[in-house]
Each structure stands twice: as C-alpha cells, then as structure tokens.
C-alpha cells in the first residue's frame, strides 16, 4: 500500500511504499484493549505496603466480655471489621502486577492500531524531522506550519539531544525511536507522526 509523504508544509509531495501486513490489517478492538491492558499493567510498580491484623499495634485482650452485653462478640481490637485493625488482604510491595501476552499477538494489536490510525487519517509520514538548535520554539513553529496543534507522537529513527530538548517543554508532543512504540502512545495521541527511516524500522520490528 502506498502512504502520503508530507513535507514541511503538511501537504503531500510524494508517496511511500508501506506493507500490508503492517497497515493494512483489520480492526480487532478485543485485542487492542488486551495488549493496551497488559502494556499499562506491566508498567506498574507494586510499591503499596499495608499491615495485616498480625502486624498492627494491638493488645490481644478481649475488648469485652463474650455474653450480656448486648454488642458483637470480639476477640481483638486487630480485627478488619475494627477501626484502626489490620487489612484482610492487605497490599504488598512484592505483588507481581504483570500479564502475559505472546509476541504474535503484541505484533499483531500493533499493525491493528496502526492500521486503524491510517484509515483515520492520523497518521502521518514525513522525510526527517531535525531542529538546528535545543529550542522549543523552533519545534513548535515546525509543527504548527505543518497543522499539528493537537497531541502528537513524533517517531523518529534515532532521538537527537536537540530534538529532545526541544520537545520535552511541549506538554502534548512525544518524541520517542522507532523501538519504544508502544500500544498505549499509540491510542493516547491524536496525531502520530513518523519519519521515513523510523517507518522502515517499525516495519522491520513487525513484519
């Protein structure tokens, strides 16, 4: 399949040759949230500590007697049902968070967001992307004369310093390499721009 190649302008001056089996596969919604899911879970840090009933500071005394007082029978103030009692199930920082996904299916919800981004006409390939100096400005006049004003991933081959610098005070641009894509950017951005190299590489990493 062919794709649009934009120049500085944001107006096609050419096309680029884009594989099928990357751009052109159908969308699969249930495999998409699966592999969005698993990417977010796999990010996530167990750092939550909470104390079960053995670990609170308690007295092992019985708050009362058992009969004739006409509350609930209790045993110890280190209850979950008690205010200031120990956890149930407390959280641990050891809980392992991660899900598995196999690398077919990862490639697989890849070419379909991808795919999905094309027919929306969100994505977008471009011959290079480089700033001449670290500054934000001169980013931010770049997309804007291309009519990106919206949240944007740029995908590039190889992140510069300049483009890095330039792109970190944009609060809703990205700039990543071809080899961090990663599902939940994809979905999260309005508009995704790539380079012609970095298509070359995603390609490469998918086919």
């Not at 996530?44 to 308690?58: D, F, I, L, P, Y």
């Not at 029978?73 to 008690?82: D, I, K, N």
């Not at 149930?88 to 968070?97: S, T």
């Not at 480089?130 to 949240?151: I, Q, R, Y």
């Given at each position: 399949m062919q794709l649009k190649l934009l120049d500085?302008?944001?107006n096609?001056?050419?096309?680029?040759?884009a594989s099928d089996s990357v751009f052109g596969r159908d969308f699969n919604e249930p495999l998409i949230h699966q592999i969005v899911v698993a990417y977010q879970a796999n990010a996530r840090s167990a750092n939550?500590?909470?104390?079960?009933?053995?670990?609170?500071?308690?007295?092992?005394?019985?708050?009362?007697?058992?009969?004739?007082?006409?509350?609930?029978?209790a045993g110890m103030t280190s209850?979950?049902?008690?205010r200031g009692g120990g956890r149930a199930f407390p959280n641990l920082p050891d809980e392992n968070y991660s899900q598995k996904v196999n690398k077919k299916a990862y490639r697989a919800g890849v070419c379909s967001i991808l795919s999905q981004l094309v027919r929306e006409d969100?994505?977008?390939?471009?011959?290079?992307?480089?700033?001449?100096?670290?500054?934000?400005?001169?980013?931010?006049?770049?997309?804007?004369?291309?009519?990106?004003e919206e949240s944007v991933l740029l995908i590039t081959d190889e992140l510069t310093e300049n483009l890095h610098l330039a792109s970190r005070n944009l609060p809703s641009v990205?700039?990543?390499?071809?080899?961090?894509?990663?599902?939940?950017?994809?979905?999260?951005?309005?508009?995704?721009?790539?380079?012609?190299?970095?298509?070359?590489?995603?390609?490469?990493?998918?086919?």
């Amino acid at each position: 399949m062919q794709l649009k190649l934009l120049d500085a302008t944001g107006n096609a001056s050419a096309q680029v040759e884009a594989s099928d089996s990357v751009f052109g596969r159908d969308f699969n919604e249930p495999l998409i949230h699966q592999i969005v899911v698993a990417y977010q879970a796999n990010a996530r840090s167990a750092n939550r500590k909470q104390k079960n009933r053995a670990e609170v500071n308690h007295s092992t005394r019985k708050p009362w007697r058992q009969k004739g007082t006409g509350r609930a029978r209790a045993g110890m103030t280190s209850s979950p049902l008690w205010r200031g009692g120990g956890r149930a199930f407390p959280n641990l920082p050891d809980e392992n968070y991660s899900q598995k996904v196999n690398k077919k299916a990862y490639r697989a919800g890849v070419c379909s967001i991808l795919s999905q981004l094309v027919r929306e006409d969100r994505l977008m390939v471009i011959d290079a992307l480089e700033v001449d100096a670290p500054k934000t400005k001169l980013l931010a006049g770049k997309l804007k004369a291309m009519g990106l004003e919206e949240s944007v991933l740029l995908i590039t081959d190889e992140l510069t310093e300049n483009l890095h610098l330039a792109s970190r005070n944009l609060p809703s641009v990205l700039v990543i390499e071809a080899r961090q894509t990663d599902p939940a950017a994809l979905v999260h951005f309005q508009k995704v721009v790539m380079t012609r190299e970095a298509l070359a590489k995603v390609q490469e990493m998918l086919s």
